[in-house]
């Protein structure tokens, strides 16, 4: 990978430190995954309202680049596949040396790291961005050498963080304008919207109706889906029908709460295009600490958060009507153990059935308040 090293050195070369002029071109490092994506998006748009002016490109896996592909905040997408390039170095050396061209030939002014970890700092430094913001602490430390400027945090919430790092980015470079600015982050075309219409009616999706998500990243996160199965039968009785959705390896799952939901759920699995649209019509979610869930928080749906390993205090919904259980008995932890981690089984259906009650605004006996 001659020509990487190359193109590493004069990244390093043409390093510079930051100055007032207004940016004609802002790249956005954020790979994956949706959750993660869907946390740095308040930033993002932070940075489009101070720099209306500027253009915006996004450095995405390929898989995630959906998200982005709906709406007026990204003009530019580099779809890039890490994953498949360490899989097969040799193999991939020419569609890797394409994108990192391509990324190049955009002459970003300065991009940022929202991610903090090595393939996305490295991505960053082979763009020829001369300037490249990313966190003093990132996720992983070695990220650090890769930028001209890093930038200390406070909060505590990853979605609080990402906007500190953007707010920091726009102090240093001067804001072009402080006038409020309109971004519509998501948008559905009108064929996406009659592929809605037509979905809610095959699915009997009421004009309410509530979605389960009981998949989860790894085991330890996973909640008991005949817990979910339990609350689907209570919010249908009182009306609410469920969607549950489920993603790649999840089906089981999903199709066991349906069929055991007494027939007030129904299983599908959806593109992030079609998620993104329907979640918009949801009444309510319900899920653990998962993409799904953070989609449903930043389009504003309430949320029924049901945490085990992972902290809500850094990783909980955002920016929504929310209410979120985590036992007092639950441990910080990433690893991915396969077992549900046993604070997350102190969590009943019916704390769960409550909680999905008060957002919904229903009494226990089904009735609207």
Do not use: C
Request: net charge positive; proline share 4%.
């Amino acid at each position: 990978m001659s020509d990487a090293s190359e193109i590493a050195g004069e990244s390093r070369l043409g390093a510079a430190a930051p100055h007032k002029q207004s940016p004609k071109k802002i790249l956005i490092v954020r790979l994956g995954a949706m959750g993660d994506i869907v946390h740095a998006l308040p930033a993002v748009v932070a940075l489009k309202s101070a720099f209306p002016n500027a253009q915006i490109g996004w450095v995405v896996e390929r898989r995630w680049s959906d998200l982005l592909a709906h709406g007026a905040l990204v003009d530019r997408l580099h779809e890039v596949d890490t994953r498949r390039w360490r899989r097969n170095l040799w193999g991939t050396r020419h569609e890797t040396r394409a994108a990192i061209r391509e990324l190049r030939k955009e002459r970003y002014d300065f991009a940022v790291d929202f991610q903090g970890a090595m393939k996305s700092a490295v991505l960053a430094l082979l763009s020829g961005a001369p300037t490249r913001f990313g966190f003093a602490h990132p996720w992983e430390k070695a990220a650090s050498l890769f930028y001209t400027h890093t930038i200390e945090t406070k909060s505590r919430h990853v979605v609080e963080q990402d906007l500190e790092l953007a707010e920091a980015v726009i102090q240093r470079k001067g804001r072009n304008s402080d006038d409020d600015l309109l971004v519509t982050v998501f948008h559905g075309d009108s064929e996406l919207q009659r592929w809605l219409d037509r979905k809610i009616l095959e699915l009997r999706l009421h004009n309410r109706f509530a979605i389960l998500n009981p998949g989860a990243g790894w085991g330890a996160k996973q909640w008991p889906i005949d817990r979910f199965a339990e609350v689907a039968r209570v919010l249908g009785a009182e009306g609410i029908r469920s969607l549950v959705n489920f993603g790649p390896g999840e089906e089981e799952l999903a199709r066991y709460v349906e069929q055991n939901s007494g027939g007030h759920a129904v299983a599908a699995s959806f593109s992030i295009s079609q998620l993104m649209a329907i979640t918009q019509r949801a009444a309510l979610f319900i899920g653990g600490d998962t993409g799904p869930l953070h989609l449903a928080a930043f389009l504003n749906v309430p949320v029924v958060a049901i945490f085990g390993p992972t902290d809500p205090a850094r990783t909980g919904p955002y920016g929504t009507r929310s209410i979120v259980f985590r036992d007092p008995a639950s441990v910080t932890s990433h690893k991915r153990r396969k077992e549900a981690e046993a604070g997350l089984l102190n969590i009943t259906a019916a704390e769960v059935i409550a909680a999905a009650r008060e957002l919904l605004q229903i009494n226990s006996s089904g009735v609207r308040a």
